[in-house]
Structure formats: C-alpha cells, structure tokens
C-alpha cells in the first residue's frame, strides 16, 4: 500500500461542494437490482447533483485495465430498472489488497492497492461508490482507511449482510427458489419420490429457509443447524407410514452433517477471492437413497437464483439504496454504508457492515414457526 489517497490534489473531491466526478463500482456475485442501483445512482447524481458518474467494470478489476472504466450517464441507465445482472460486469477476483496472479501456474498474491490509488486519482473521481456483499465491502473499509472517500450499498442473494435487515437480490432469489419448489412438488408427487432441491446460501440459509416455508417443504437444511442422515430418513419414513408418499427436501449449498464442513466442488478457481461450494444435494441424494424406500432425485437451482428480472420489492430497494448512496456522498458521510433498518434508509459504518455475518439464529421466529408446522430440520 502506498501513500494516502488526497482527492484534493486531484480537484475531484470537496465533499461539501466542488464534487465533480463520482465513480461506481460493483463487486463480488450478482444480484437482481444491480442495475436498478446503477440508474437510480446515476439519475440522481445527475438531476440533483450534476455529478459525472464514471463506472469502473468488473468489480475492481477495471481499476487494473487501461480500459476497464466507462463513463454512465442518464441515456446509459435508461430501461434499467427490470434488467437482472450489472452493465458494469463483476467479479470475485481483483481485491486490490490481495491481488492473484497466476505466474508459472502458482497462485501469486501482491498488493496493489497503490495502484488502485493511482488509478482512482488519474481517473479524478472525488468518491467511490462500492454496490458489493461482504467481500466488496471489506475492499471498500480498506480503501476508507487508506483515505478513499467510499461510500458502500449493499447486496447478495444470500442476505447474509449483519448492517443492513434484508439485501436487494434475496426477495427475487426466494421467489425463484419457491416457483422451482412448488414446480417439483407436482413431480414428486406423482413420483412418490423425494425430491431433493439445492439453493444458494454459502454461510446463511436464508434462502431455503424462506423458500422452504413458502413451498410448503417437508425438510430444511441450513448451514446454521448441522443435520444427521439417519434423523432425515426416520422423518421420510415416517411421513411416509402416515400417508406422505413424497417429500420435498430443501437444502442450502452450505449445510452439512454435524461435524463435517460445507461441501466445495473440485474445480475451483485459484484467482477467486472465495471457494466454489456445491455437491451436497447430490451427496444427501445418494446416502438417503441407501436408507429410504423412496426414490430420490436432486435438482440443483444454482445460478438460476441469481438471475432474472428483480422483484418490486426489490426494484424499489434498490432504487431507494442507490439514490441514498449518492446523497451520502453529498454530504461527506463516507466511510459508510446505506442499509434498511425497519422502514428506514439509514447510513451504517462500513466496519459495522463487514464484522458479523447475518446467519439464520437457529431458535429464531421463523425455524421456530417452521418446526411447529413440522417441518424437520435434520437435527
Ligand atoms: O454470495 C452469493 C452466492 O450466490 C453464494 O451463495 C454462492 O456460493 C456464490 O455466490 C457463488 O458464486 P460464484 O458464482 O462466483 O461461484
């Protein structure tokens, strides 16, 4: 790390008046209302601020090409709203403090967060705005404390954001995840077999929980409540003694066994910031399969959670989130993250968004509503 950055030097950044150029950045795994951010971002920068919105492409990678910015002005943004994704691209590689290189196939890592630095002046952007989950906004805390004016707007799927209550991108993953469950349901019943259906949620198991309890599911995995084989199959066999010829098992790609860890495939990307996980919806597939009368079949929703149109739900946080950002801007208050608390839009300190990931409390309201509804949770 070289050197604090000084937007003064660069004439860019006087957050109370001057501010001329603002840049934009979104990082880590995407999410429906990525884009949704993006306009209301630029809108707003443009109609209250008359801000120059440079977009940086790719997560921070773009800080590392000679072409990896594009400016975003309001006829970039327009038709946005229902669009999944980002036009900004991102990635899970190129965190500037730990920046892999493949050299001779063996994984290098360096810092370059002066030239991240470098590059943010030369581009004479006064504040970065950093749309990302806990990855990104760690990046985003580093680079405040190195003196970026950064200001964060959080998303992920997984909505395993402690700072901010919900995270646009989960409501829009949960209805997908609940139109696939309810989609098998039919199958399986037909079937009489057990239907098996993996989600997305590495650390938290918001996912399937709500997906779970919304598709009316017989059994939900999370990676919070480490489950047991033989209790999964006693419950399948036991519905089945009372009439349930089906089941439908919902399971979060980063739940386990008690005392075992997250499954992670076997091709892994050595440049990524975070490890590929999955596998365990076909595992539990095959040793239920050995321990139950039924039939049992796995479909793995992946990526399909990620993609789409984002709900109005989502649509309105995001839009709300990426006007906020760009007032926080406005007046100074960087170092910080917008998030929702309650009905309100609020500012939180980057620190508070990056320190304890939002898992499912296990003795919450919602398993609690759950198990008294007799869903089973493996333990
Ligand atoms: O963080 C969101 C998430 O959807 C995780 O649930 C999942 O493990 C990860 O992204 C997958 O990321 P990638 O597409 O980079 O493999």
Known sequence: MTGLYNPHRIGGAMPHGGLKRVGILTGGGDCPGLNAVLRAFVKTADARFDWSVCGILDGFEGLFRPDGVRELRVEHVRGLLPRGGTILGTSNRGDPFNYKTLV????????????????????????????????????????????????????????????????????????????????????????????????????????????????????????????????????????????????????????????????????????????????????????????????????ILGHLQRGGSPSPFDRVLATRLGAAAAHLVERGEFGAMVALRGAEIVAVPLSDAVGVRKTVPPDGERVRTARDLGICFGD
């Open 104 to 299: 001779d196939g063996t994984v290098q890592t360096v810092d370059r967060s002066g030239d991240a630095l470098a590059r943010l002046r030369e581009l004479g952007v006064g504040a970065l705005v950093v749309v990302g989950g806990d990855g990104s906004q760690s990046i985003g805390l580093k680079l405040s404390q190195t003196g970026v004016p950064i200001v964060g707007v959080p998303k992920t799927i997984d909505n395993d954001l402690s700072a901010t209550d919900i995270t646009f991108g989960f409501d829009t993953a949960v209805a997908t995840a609940t139109d696939a469950i309810d989609k098998l349901q039919s199958t399986a019943e037909s079937h009489h077999r057990v239907m098996i259906v993996e989600v997305m949620g590495r650390h938290s198991g918001w996912i399937a929980l709500e997906a779970g309890i919304a598709g009316g599911v017989e059994v939900i995995l999370l990676p919070e409540i480490p489950f047991r084989l033989e209790r999964i199959a006693e419950y399948v066999q036991e519905r089945d003694r009372r009439g349930g010829k089906f089941s439908i098992i919902v399971i979060a790609e980063g739940a386990h066994q008690v005392g075992s860890q997250a499954m992670t495939l076997q091709r892994q990307d050595p440049l990524a910031i975070s490890v590929r996980l999955g596998g365990v919806g076909h595992w539990l597939a095959e040793e239920l399969g050995q321990r139950i009368h039924h039939e049992v079949r796995c479909a």
